[in-house]
């Protein structure tokens, strides 16, 4: 079976801190690919990154970096020193042979000024 | 990355008619598109995933009478709800993927926020 657990619902932080959202997926295939994605209020899904089963390397884009760890089936994902325009609902996503995205329930991170 | 389009943005209809949105591959021949409904504060969930020239896979408990799919050529996808009612109101939103696009990424259209009175 397939599934994507994002544990945490709500995070708040104070803008110029560090938060990481986690991501804990399952499934029996060994050709995966992981992604995240930012929903804004607006809506709209914003891909932020996608990973491949065979690249377990950190990868770091500005303020954003994810730790990808096959031995826990993790894919977290770190923002540096949040900003107000970083609140938003946080979707990890995992895709399968099947070519089908699961998605996890969403981390709502809200970031006060 | 690969430009999906999705039309309207948001939509109004009454109760009993029937609306019908769009999603468009703009640079891609998508060979799949997905269809997504979510609903307030909560997660997406998978409608149905349609193949160009193909009749629609519905996800258990989607009424496929209810939300009629056409996938008629590799670059659009519509979605119909038919007969609309208020518990309809949602954001429905799709992806597509396919020869251009990485077929290992699902590209996502803009969104559609249906209100039914």
């Known amino acids: 079976a397939q599934k994507v657990t994002q544990a945490q619902t709500e995070i708040s932080v104070v803008e110029k801190e560090d938060v990481t959202l986690d991501c804990v997926y399952e499934t029996r295939d060994t050709t995966y690919y992981l992604f995240w994605y930012k929903q804004p209020p607006s809506g709209e899904l914003v891909f932020l990154i996608r990973?491949?089963?065979?690249?377990?390397q950190n990868e770091i884009s500005g303020r954003y970096s994810w730790n990808f760890q096959k031995s826990t089936s993790s894919f977290n994902f770190t923002i540096t020193a949040s900003q107000v325009v970083d609140s938003a609902v946080y979707f990890c996503?995992?895709?399968?042979?099947?070519?089908?995205?699961?998605f996890g329930t969403g981390t709502r991170l809200t970031v006060i000024p | 990355g690969a430009v999906v389009s999705q039309h309207p943005s948001r939509v109004i209809c009454k109760s009993g008619t029937s609306v019908k949105i769009e999603c468009r591959s703009l640079?891609?021949?998508?060979?799949?598109m997905f269809w997504y409904r979510q609903f307030p504060k909560q997660s997406l969930m998978l409608m149905a995933t349609s193949n160009e020239g193909s009749k629609a896979t519905y996800e258990q408990g989607v009424e496929k009478d209810k939300f009629l799919i056409n996938h008629a050529s590799l670059t659009l996808s519509t979605l119909t709800v038919t007969s609309a009612h208020p518990e309809d109101s949602s954001f429905y939103i799709c992806?597509?993927?396919?020869?251009?696009?990485?077929?290992?990424?699902?590209?996502f259209g803009q969104g559609t926020r249906l209100t039914v009175v």
């Open positions: 996503a995992l895709l399968t042979g099947a070519n089908n995205l699961f």
């Open positions: 992806s597509a993927s396919g020869w251009g696009a990485m077929n290992t990424e699902a590209f």
């Open positions: 990973r491949n089963s065979f690249d377990e």
């Open positions: 640079d891609f021949q998508a060979t799949t």
